[in-house]
């Protein structure tokens, strides 16, 4: 079982060391890209902007009322935003692309697989990494960075409204107490986190759409695991990164 394990992880790293590479070859497919990329917003945005809402108020009220309680209310807004920012946001949007956009690419890689299409591709001289898997896994990157964008947003907005409708709160402490605490530094993770989760979650569904067992019940479980497998590597990830940033970048005023 370590062994299979292991051999599975080998093979992983070796799909997304194949995908970096053929990135940058010739000719790039540019229209699968643009197709792969309208898909994978259609299925999220609004999935995206409906999950945010109650993320976002959900940390607000705890913050505020942890903050209550330790007579810290002036800083509710500032960690409530930070909250979202750093740690929320990256992680929505990549477990909306995993389980909406990544079923679906496993599903399309792991038919194609079945019925010989890759094979067949493979035969004329056709790369189907190249001709497939790159335009899919960048357009899961390009979808989760721009989403990022609007998760923050709309988290923040979400925050903002319960804190001070609900909680009795300030709009000008809210906002003073986030802009003493964020710093740009905090933009920049939570966009390269959105970026490597997007990766992920591309690469982890075109492996396991490129390596389906038993026929079409083999595709269905092909899918399940790469939403579980993909949803445990981003927390893993999402770990690592964090205590990384937070050891390399000190906090604003320390």
């Not at 309208?38 to 609004?46: D, G, H, M, Q, R």
């Not at 993320?55 to 209310?73: D, E, K």
């Not at 530094?185 to 986190?193: A, F, P, V």
């Amino acid at each position: 079982m370590i062994t299979g394990a292991l051999r599975q992880t080998g093979r992983l790293f070796a799909l997304a060391a194949e995908v970096s590479r053929a990135v940058f070859r010739r000719p790039f497919q540019f229209r699968e890209f643009v197709e792969q990329f309208w898909f994978v917003a259609s299925v999220t945005i609004l999935p995206a902007a409906l999950v945010s809402i109650p993320f976002g108020a959900v940390i607000a009220l705890q913050v505020g009322s942890l903050t209550q309680q330790m007579g810290a209310q002036s800083f509710t807004g500032g960690a409530s935003v930070l909250a979202v920012v750093q740690q929320a946001s990256p992680l929505i949007v990549a477990l909306l692309i995993a389980g909406a956009g990544g079923s679906a690419i496993c599903a399309d890689l792991g038919s194609r697989k079945i019925r010989e299409e890759l094979d067949a591709m493979e035969v004329m001289g056709v790369s189907p990494v190249q001709r497939l898997v790159v335009p899919r896994v960048l357009a899961t990157m390009g979808v989760a960075v721009l989403l990022n964008g609007l998760v923050s947003v709309v988290g923040t907005l979400g925050g903002y409204f319960f804190n001070v409708i609900m909680q009795n709160g300030t709009p000008g402490a809210y906002l003073s107490s986030f802009s003493a605490l964020a710093q740009l530094s905090d933009l920049y993770i939570s966009e390269l986190k959105a970026l490597v989760f997007g990766f992920i979650a591309g690469i982890v569904a075109a492996y396991r759409g490129l390596n389906p067992r038993g026929g079409p019940k083999g595709v269905g479980d092909a899918v399940n695991q790469s939403v579980v497998i993909t949803f445990l590597l981003l927390f893993f990830v999402n770990m690592v990164m964090t205590g990384i940033y937070l050891q390399i970048v000190p906090p604003k005023g320390g």
